[in-house]
């Protein structure tokens, strides 16, 4: 494929530097708006597998007559990203089951860059500068601290919060893990179209599934005509967002890719202000501008 092949020519270039940025920035308004589909009257479980289920037929017919069908070694790293993308996604059911969107998303948010940029330097041989790492705290700081000011309004029990943290903790460490492994696996694939297109296909199996036992088992069951809608859109959503941060990972560096995704706090907060009508406040404000200028530090601090 062209396009493909221009990708690979220009990774690690000026140019695919700039485009990994406008690649993870538009990542980051992808995934709040993500986000945002899983908070509301639909239970997680079932949102999800609505997605999955629209990904699955969108993906399918690209992966199978598009693209080329994987070699030995990328179905193998499609293997594992199966077994990766499930515990996160379990992991996020189960944080969004027990605590608030407002509070889950910024702590997942917050704690993935981190990891990740220390994972990149292992595994990538990735060094950021300590200007950058300035940015990396207050981008990290600043979303965990939304995290804090959000937990203090919540009006559920202590152990059921409690409980959705330590799953968001790790939803963020899986953030991380995932984001390095994508990452290897889409810098192994000759073409790194072919690995997206069925990255979504073979990840895309579990949930439908999963989602259709709870369906089966609901008492009171939802209306489906608008979960169904809703799972579209946010498929399509999935495609810009992880589609997005992956090319910006292959073609620029894994550790600035995935802090300037997580902006998607930032995003996230003015769907909020703007079209779902929550109140931001000063505060809410001064941290949003801390993570948009530890963004800013780190890329301008290479």
């Known amino acids: 494929m062209e396009l493909g092949s221009w990708l690979v020519e220009i990774s690690g270039t000026p140019e695919g530097a700039r485009l990994a940025t406008t690649l993870a920035l538009v990542s980051a308004l992808a995934h709040a708006i993500f986000g945002a589909l899983q908070k509301g009257r639909y239970d997680p479980w079932l949102t999800r597998g609505a997605i999955d289920g629209w990904l699955l037929v969108l993906s399918a017919p690209i992966a199978?007559?598009?693209?080329?069908?994987?070699?030995?070694?990328?179905?193998?790293?499609?293997?594992?990203?199966?077994?990766?993308?499930?515990?996160?996604?379990?992991?996020m059911a189960l944080a969004y089951e027990r605590a608030a969107y407002t509070v889950v998303y910024p702590v997942v948010r917050g704690t993935g860059p981190l990891v990740t940029v220390i994972a990149a330097s292992l595994f990538f041989a990735e060094r950021f500068t300590l200007v950058q790492w300035i940015g990396v705290g207050c981008l990290s700081g600043g979303i965990l601290l939304l995290a804090v000011r959000n937990i203090s309004?919540?009006?559920?029990?202590?152990?059921?919060?409690?409980?959705?943290?330590?799953?968001?903790?790790?939803?963020?460490?899986?953030?991380?893990?995932?984001?390095?492994?994508?990452?290897?696996?889409?810098?192994?694939?000759?073409?790194?179209?072919?690995?997206?297109?069925?990255?979504?296909?073979?990840?895309?199996?579990?949930?439908?599934?999963?989602?259709?036992?709870?369906?089966?088992?609901?008492?009171?069951?939802?209306?489906?005509?608008?979960?169904?809608?809703?799972g579209l859109v946010g498929a399509l959503i999935a495609w810009v967002s992880f589609g997005g941060v992956l090319l910006a990972t292959r073609l620029d560096k894994v550790g600035e890719a995935a802090v300037l995704r997580e902006t998607s706090v930032v995003f996230a907060a003015l769907i909020g202000w703007f079209i779902l009508g929550e109140k931001v406040g000063p505060r809410r404000l001064i941290l949003m501008g801390t993570v948009a200028l530890g963004a800013i530090i780190v890329e301008t601090g290479g």
């Open 153 to 230: 309004e919540e009006t559920i029990d202590p152990p059921a919060l409690k409980l959705g943290l330590i799953w968001a903790l790790l939803g963020g460490i899986l953030v991380a893990i995932y984001t390095t492994y994508d990452a290897y696996g889409i810098r192994q694939s000759p073409d790194p179209f072919t690995f997206l297109a069925w990255f979504f296909f073979v990840t895309a199996f579990d949930f439908p599934l999963l989602a259709a036992r709870r369906f089966r088992r609901m008492d009171v069951k939802p209306v489906v005509g608008p979960l169904i809608w809703r």
């Open 64 to 91: 199978l007559f598009v693209v080329p069908w994987p070699n030995a070694t990328t179905a193998l790293i499609l293997l594992g990203a199966i077994v990766v993308h499930f515990a996160y996604k379990v992991t």
